[in-house]
């Protein structure tokens, strides 16, 4: 029995349709099928998505063609099937991911999108999060895929180099992360074997392989040594965080690595070379001051990067220590040197009318920069402003560590991106990380938002419209504050 669906398609009633992906990872293979069966009005549950390898066919298991068969045809005039691009760009990440219920989710959201396109702006939606928490795997392999390969040299029988690596993925993400060795390693033989498949790049042409094993790869070549010896010249013992470290490099991929044997044994010497460091006057920094007033000696001594060598003073951060909230800028400016004080020119009296606004005592809050000094060049009797650079912000870091192990705020609220740089060690874009907490390894919560000299740069509408989304981040970390002391 067949029935007219609203579109004008006749679909057998109660069909259920088997659709056969040729491969693991074909996005667009499945966008097509998708597109059709929503074309033809068939719902979620009408419908197995089986990948190469998976079972649940309710019609045969004599291949595709029977299966496909039983698909019904999109109308020539058939409506456009709704999807936002926010749905298409975290689909074709999720569909990377191993979860065998990951196209059937994919489709039950674009079937639900049909009759509501701004679903996936609902955040509480159960499937939204899913597919949002499958794409966020995804990426992160793919992250750790660019970070832990390693290529080993060997000699093809005509002598020209050929270099080979071995991953293990967590997910579908071979094929589509080779356009990115291939960008980077263009002008080089190379080869990545994983248990899933492999891919060859011959400087022209990429080819597809069958998956390896770990011994189809060679163990190491003679360059390995003078990685080991590099990597464990640069190991600063007075950095090192453990819990940082395995988050961001998981051992299971320590066994690919050549510098990973050593990290064991730099662990476990890191305290003592850290003090023999310190007794020698080696670890340029010092010993972190224990006190405001130790931070403040130690910032005017301080001549480790080149802004400590202007004719500059440096500021030190002032506020209670224990206050719940630290405030942190990006670098003194010109009247901020003179007067000895974070936050006193046009830009600190910008903060403290936004402060005002929102409900936020300034002097129950520790206000400071990252970097402490004021960086300029001279135009004429004029001193004009200068961004720090990343290993300025870097360096500076140790002081503005110091001020938040002291005064131990509960919530930072960086201002701008230098000083969210000086918070977490790495770059973040202001809008993407603005308008939700990111966490500290203290426990504490990071804010982040735009610097007021920033609006102060703008005029009319933009203005307007970034003066709101500033007044707003105020007030969402007014609001934490009061839960916190609830």
Known sequence: MTVQTRLGQNVSLGAHYAVHLPAPDDFAFWRERARGLIQCDVPPDRVSWIEPGGTGDLFASD???????RLPVPPADGSPVRASQRFLTVAR?????TDPARFGLLYRVLWRLQRNPRLMEDKADLEVRRIEELAKAVRRDAHKMHAFVRF????????????????????????????????????????????????????????EGPPARRSDAPAGDPV????????????????????????????????????????????????????????SGSLNMGE?????AGVDKAIHACRNCPIGELDNHAVMGEGPIGAALMIVGEQPGDQEDVAGRPFVGPAGQLLDDYLVRAGIDRSAAYVTNTVKHFKFV??????????????????CRWWLEAEREIVKPRLVLALGASAARGLLGRTVSISRARGAPLALEDGGELWVTAHPSYLLRLDGEARETQAALFA?????????????AG
């Open 63 to 69: 291949g595709p063609s029977r299966s496909e068969m």
């Open 93 to 97: 990440s999720a569909a990377l991911h």
């Open 152 to 207: 080993r040299e060997v000699a093809e029988e005509d002598g020209t180099p050929h270099f080979v690596a071995w991953f293990e993925p967590d997910h579908h993400i071979l094929r589509a992360e080779a356009a990115f060795f291939m960008r980077r390693f263009a002008n080089m033989r190379w080869s990545i074997l994983t248990p899933r498949g492999s891919v060859h790049w011959d400087g022209k042409t990429m080819h």
């Open 224 to 279: 390995e040594d003078l990685w080991r010896s590099y990597y464990a010249s640069i190991f600063n013992p007075a950095r090192l965080k453990v819990g940082a470290m395995l988050s961001e490099m998981p051992k299971k991929y320590w066994k690919n690595l050549p510098e990973a044997e050593l990290i064991p044994q730099l662990i476990a010497g890191a305290q003592a070379r850290e003090a023999q460091m310190v007794s």
């Open 288 to 292: 972190k001051p224990a006190t405001l």
């Open 378 to 395: 001279w135009k004429g009797k004029r001193r004009l402003h200068q961004s720090p650079g990343a290993k300025e912000i870097d360096t």
């Open 472 to 484: 707003s981040d105020l007030a969402a970390v007014k609001e934490r504050l009061e839960e916190l």
